[in-house]
């Protein structure tokens, strides 16, 4: 399925209560409003780089239509070897992660799951002169300098964010299930933090989709 199929798929849903789109609590609760989404709009849930055929589909919540909580977009250690070998940003993992991406707000202003609803979705596809894209690039050339001067110093990473605010860095792991430890970020033998790195898309970039 393409970039528009899914955007046609997920605007007939727009506006619908789970409820009505016949979600349950525990659906809710073990997929999550992402992992619904794709589900329901016909996708199959892989670890391909982009969730489409040719884009990505990103969810987030709104609470009294303001969003409310940042986007994971990928993990940092996919990208270190990029980041070290100054890979431009139009050529970057991350940069055809992001280039056409569909938002969709997650409308979560009620206490009960089942009247959550998914919102009008945005299409956007990034150019190389367009002030979003201007501005993503200056915060991923910016927080990649930092890391390599990390790397290159061999100190520990830490939260990074982007001049304009619509880039960061910042830790997104889980406790291995058998050890109920971090996996460490290691990068040729040094350890980075003893727990993974993601990049996030900022609050104040959604406001200004």
């Known amino acids: 399925m ?8 997920i605007s007939k849903i727009s506006g619908k209560t789970f409820k009505e789109l016949g979600l349950t609590d525990d659906q809710i609760n ?10 329901m709009i016909g996708l199959t849930l892989t670890g391909d780089l982009l969730d489409t ?5 990103k969810s987030t919540m709104f609470v009294n239509n303001k969003p409310k909580e940042t986007v994971a977009v990928t993990q940092l250690q996919h990208l270190l070897e990029e980041i070290v070998n ?14 056409r991406t569909i938002y969709v707000p997650v409308h979560k202003d009620s206490k009960n799951p089942l009247d ?23 915060d991923y050339e910016f927080i990649a300098r930092k890391i390599r001067v990390i790397i ?21 792991a889980s406790k291995s299930s058998s050890t109920g430890e971090y996996t460490p970020m290691v990068y040729k033998g040094h350890q980075l933090s003893n727990k993974y790195y993601a990049f996030y898309l900022r609050k104040d970039f959604l406001y200004n989709i």
């Not at 055929?53 to 589909?57: K, M, Q, R, S, V």
């Not at 100054?86 to 280039?99: C, N, R």
């Open 53 to 57: 055929t040719d884009g990505e589909i």
């Open 30 to 39: 073990k997929g999550g409003t992402g992992q619904n989404l794709m589900l």
């Open 152 to 172: 290159k110093n061999n100190e520990q990473i830490h939260t990074i964010n982007g001049p304009n605010s619509f880039l960061q860095i910042r830790t997104k």
């Open 2 to 9: 393409n970039t528009e199929d899914a955007f046609a798929e």
């Open 116 to 138: 959550w609803y998914y919102g009008e979705p945005v299409l956007l596809e990034h150019s190389g002169t367009g002030d979003l894209s201007t501005r993503l690039k200056e």
């Open 86 to 99: 100054k890979t431009d940003w139009e050529k970057s993992s991350l940069y055809k992660k992001l280039y």
